[in-house]
């Protein structure tokens, strides 16, 4: 047998985690409310498909937007030749006015500066390529993306240095925590040339504030390493505090701008992770010229460009997809945490992104990775259900899960939820009597206590849709 690559041989693409092989468990048992009623449903798929709806009727009403229709064929042969890899003009207008929009319009983004890629895990593979050597590495605030292990390392050689985040200050990422991280770095040997940060969090779920904004900024600056912001989850932000971008703090303290980079995508914001649109955002025009010829090696197709230009061009569209998108999740998550909190479960406070972070500590039967691993095995195996431990997001506080709320309908939402209840009834003798109730009781009583929360807050027919705090403001 010819022997292969040593990277395609390899472990580096990180698939040896419980965060995918949950995925292998789902696909080979995947939920169905009639065909596989009792299968496994995915929880661990960040994916936001409570606004196709809202899209569809755009798409409706403009079929000239798509290539393969009467109305839009004699755009057919230009846009399917050959295109630059700069990407139409017409798409990073859009795109750019966009970003700006999603941020409040308190910054401006320069089209000019934006470069396509296949989805954020091209993006990323392309900056750590631009801005690292093999070997050398960036710091990582935990609990962090388990793809991170894939997108930055696998093929570049890149190092990933966690910083250690706790639950006693809900994981912000403090100068101390960084300062020690850097050290850790250099008592190995390795040379660090940025800093990743996610905001909003995944899998945390929340935002950076200003202030940690300005201290992450001064520390990059003070250690003249790089600063690559991953943005993907901007628009997700349904409550306040608001979403601060680090491109509004770079306009209100001194900073290196060649040193920033940002990350975005449009497959968490948008929920269109098959249309594969990542973008690098960089103020440093090196890695601008660099990253525009990596570029040709995942390019967005160019009738996804036009339709997208054509999307978020109309603005009457994208103001209401923003305000909507937030409505939607903020009632998914309100109801979801609700009911969670109804059987003791508890999270992270979050304001942002498609899922919370699930506190599970109480479970375990003692505090190790082990029991981690024990607790999420019976979660997958027995109840039923994809959700992903905590380390594999590098957490080292065992007992943490990430659960996603916004890749579902609301029937397999009560189903997941139904589960749950059934899991603690079964697990936790304190919370309930000693003779269980039947199956059919406990449904009962779930639908019960659902009724009663919703015609009090979100879902009540009678009075008026109540609007998240960042809706609200805007209206």
Not at 439 to 444: F, M
């Amino acid at each position: 047998m010819v022997a292969i690559s040593k990277i395609a041989t390899g472990d580096g693409h990180g698939e040896n985690s419980p965060y995918f092989d949950g995925w292998k468990a789902y696909e080979t048992n995947p939920f169905h409310p009639t065909d596989r009623p009792d299968g496994i449903i995915q929880m661990g798929l960040a994916e936001n498909e409570l606004c196709f709806n809202f899209i569809k009727k755009w798409v409706m009403k403009h079929p000239e937007a798509s290539l393969c229709s009467a109305q839009g064929v004699n755009k057919f042969k230009e846009t399917a030749l050959f295109q630059d890899y700069h990407g139409m003009p017409e798409f990073r207008q859009a795109v750019a006015k966009f970003m700006g929009k999603v941020r409040g319009g308190r910054v401006e983004f320069d089209p000019d500066r934006i470069v396509m890629s296949g989805g954020a895990t091209g993006a990323h593979e392309m900056v750590a390529f631009c801005l690292a050597d093999p070997g050398e590495a960036f710091l990582v605030p935990t609990p962090y993306y388990p793809g991170f292990d894939r997108d930055l390392r696998w093929r570049t050689g890149v190092e990933l240095v966690p910083v250690v985040c706790k639950s006693s200050n809900d994981f912000k990422i403090t100068t101390n925590a960084l300062e020690t991280a850097y050290e850790k770095a250099k008592e190995d040997n390795l040379k660090v040339k940025g800093l990743l940060v996610t905001n909003p969090s995944n899998p945390l779920g929340n935002i950076l504030d200003r202030d940690t904004l300005k201290g992450i900024v001064e520390f990059i600056n003070e250690k003249n390493i790089h600063l690559v912001g991953d943005e993907i989850y901007a628009a997700t932000v349904f409550m306040e505090p608001e979403f601060v971008s680090i491109s509004e703090i770079i306009e209100e303290v001194e900073c290196k701008r060649d040193l920033i980079h940002i990350v975005y995508s449009l497959s968490k914001d948008m929920g269109f992770p098959g249309f594969r649109v990542g973008l690098v955002y960089s103020y440093n025009d090196s890695v601008l010229s660099c990253a525009r010829k990596m570029s040709s090696f995942g390019l967005v197709s160019s009738q996804t460009q036009h339709l997208i230009a054509s999307m978020l061009s109309d603005d009457d569209f994208v103001d209401s997809f923003i305000v909507e998108s937030k409505e939607q999740l903020f009632r998914r998550h309100k109801y979801f945490t609700w009911s969670l909190s109804q059987v003791g479960i508890g999270s992270l406070k979050s304001n942002a992104g498609l899922f919370i972070w699930m506190d599970l500590r109480k479970l375990l039967k003692e505090k190790t990775l082990e029991a981690e691993m024990d607790l999420w095995r019976v979660i997958i195996n027995e109840v039923k259900l994809n959700v992903s431990p905590g380390s594999s997001f590098h957490c080292n506080e065992p007992g943490w899960f990430r659960v996603c709320f916004a890749n579902m309908d609301d029937h397999t939402m009560e189903v997941a939820l139904l589960r749950i209840r059934t899991f603690m009834l079964e697990h936790n003798k304190a919370m309930v009597p000693r003779k269980l109730c039947s199956q059919s009781s406990l449904k009962l009583s779930f639908s019960r206590r659902r009724d009663d929360f919703m015609s009090q807050s979100i879902m009540s027919p009678h009075s008026p849709l109540p609007q998240s705090p960042l809706v609200q403001a805007r209206t």
